[in-house]
């Protein structure tokens, strides 16, 4: 059984997902499709989406490059303090 992350860090990867998910879907693209374009799988995107996965800095290179964005682009959720 995984153990379990830190409420700041599932709520991270939470918001993380949705700017994915966001700047995925304003390119009309399926995850398919983004999968295909990163050269990662379908499921690798949609557990990313869903916050139930932490992806690899490789695959956060190749989502970006696929998405013809910066990585900052990418990571550009709002970060609220530590403590909220």
């Keep these: 059984m995984p153990t379990p992350i830190p409420p700041r ?3 991270l990867r939470r918001q993380f997902g949705l700017r994915l998910r966001d700047v995925r879907e304003g390119q009309g693209l399926s995850q398919e499709r ?3 374009l990163a050269e990662v799988d379908r499921k690798t995107i949609n ?7 932490s992806p690899r800095l490789d695959n956060v290179f190749q ?3 696929a998405l013809d964005i910066t990585v900052k682009e ?4 709002p970060v609220g303090p530590k403590n909220a």
């Design 34 to 36: 983004l999968g295909e």
């Design 9 to 11: 860090l599932a709520e």
């Design 47 to 53: 557990r990313i989406e869903n916050g139930m996965y």
């Design 63 to 65: 989502i970006a490059d």
């Design 74 to 77: 990418l990571f550009d959720v």
